[in-house]
């Protein structure tokens, strides 16, 4: 597995001149999926603004953020569904917003989705940039805009802001920001149960930082590693990032310095805050102790049971008929992720960048209820999408504008005929 060495940081403004591409085609992207939703709602007599904000979870979230935490609903069947259930960051924000402006709790949780979603645009720009360059990265983006549940990036939920979160925390390590990357992954761990796959990504590339010092110690190099040892993730120097080859791997690039390993030290313990600080606070308020969260998802039905429930759900598809072409469709998505993911490995991505995608992939699909969630759940996925972006980016442009465009149109079409029906969870 190589990881790579990495350009110097442009400066801010020159940073953001460099994603303006990639940030247009997401305007673009996502504008007329809003657009299409607005229109498909109005001809139904529904409101696209209240689809938005005010379905689902974002009440829940809404809910959190005007009252605060205790509410909790106990259904027929005896499940007790909490508010607890819901991290904290994305109401507290919603809170702030709401005090600073005259936005509605509802409003403000739809500005934080927006601007989140710029950021966690321009966040998977600089990932996929520093890896394979500037036209790979606007295709990335492209990509995760075009997505069809794409529509939830614009929604009240706390998938954008997450995936921003995310996305920055991964070049923070890429780019040997420690610090940054810690401070990012415990605020991630603040907004979603899936914050644990940043903590895993910062984690694996620290040990493996740390593992690669300790062989360059024990070869005795001059220079503390050795010559043909691969570079640190993240760390700086002035070469080139490397360049994708024709099968879109990486090529290895010279071993740069790596940060200090107290810096380092100190991003991985930092990471793990957020999450841990919230499960402990909700075990401490259910009286439950370190697994009062655990309660409270069960009171959801959620959990992890490695993947049984949800192959129970898909095998049951197959016992009648039109229902077995849903189970079909099932598969074929599952496979296709599972492929997806070994291309990623044979590229030679990066290893946070395959930690993290594995994680939440394994957490998504291995979750035990909510099975109609599960693309939206895969959403913050975006190193996954590197393979395709890389084959868009391949592509002449003509040919680029033209698939890009045509499932811009599909997306658009099946995000506004999904809220209007069935919608999330």
């Not at 809910?63 to 109401?91: C, T």
């Not at 390993?261 to 930092?270: F, I, Q, T």
Request: hydrophobic share 50%; net charge positive.
């Amino acid at each position: 597995m190589t990881d790579l060495g990495t350009r110097v940081v442009p400066p801010g403004g020159t940073a953001l001149r460099r994603a303006a591409p990639a940030l247009l085609g997401y305007v673009a992207v996502r504008g007329l999926g809003l657009l299409v939703l607005a229109l498909w709602s109005a001809a139904r007599g529904k409101s696209a603004h209240t689809l938005l904000t005010a379905r689902w979870d974002a009440l829940w979230y809404t809910r959190v953020a005007e009252l605060g935490y205790g509410y909790e609903v106990r259904l027929p069947n005896g499940d007790v569904h909490s508010n607890l259930a819901f991290f904290p960051l994305l109401p507290w924000l919603e809170r702030l917003l709401h005090a600073v402006s005259p936005l509605s709790y509802a409003d403000a949780g739809f500005a934080v989705a927006l601007l989140s979603s710029l950021a966690a645009a321009w966040g998977i720009f600089a990932v996929a940039d520093q890896v394979y360059g500037p036209r790979a990265g606007v295709c990335a983006v492209l990509v995760w805009a075009l997505l069809p549940v794409g529509i939830v990036q614009s929604m009240a939920y706390s998938e954008s802001l997450f995936t921003a979160l995310a996305a920055w925390s991964l070049y923070a390590v890429l780019t040997g920001r420690w610090v940054t990357a810690g401070v990012l992954a415990a605020l991630s761990g603040l907004t979603r149960p899936v914050g644990l796959a940043v903590v895993a990504a910062v984690w694996a590339a620290g040990l493996a930082s740390f593992r690669r010092d300790r062989g360059a110690e024990d070869a005795g190099s001059p220079f503390g590693r050795s010559g043909s040892a691969a570079p640190e993730p993240g760390a700086r120097t002035g070469e080139h990032a490397p360049g994708p080859s024709a099968d879109g791997s990486l090529r290895r690039a010279p071993a740069p310095e790596g940060a200090r390993p107290a810096v380092r030290a100190l991003g991985m313990l930092l990471a793990p805050l957020g999450a841990a600080g919230y499960v402990l606070w909700v075990g401490h308020r259910t009286g439950r102790g370190p697994l009062g969260y655990l309660d409270v998802q069960a009171g959801w039905r959620n959990g992890f049971d490695g993947g049984y429930a949800f192959a129970r759900f898909v095998a049951d598809k197959f016992t009648s008929f039109p229902s077995a072409l849903a189970g079909l469709g099932l598969v074929v998505g599952v496979a296709a992720l599972i492929r997806l993911y070994v291309v990623c490995v044979r590229q030679r991505q990066p290893l946070p960048l395959l930690v993290y995608g594995g994680a939440v992939l394994v957490l998504a699909l291995c979750a035990s209820s909510y099975f109609g969630s599960k693309p939206r759940l895969l959403l913050p996925a975006f190193p996954l999408l590197f393979p395709l972006a890389l084959a868009l980016a391949r592509s002449r442009t003509p040919r680029a504008v033209l698939v890009v465009g045509g499932v811009a149109v599909a997306s658009a079409v099946y995000g506004a005929w999904w809220l209007n029906g069935s919608g999330p969870p």
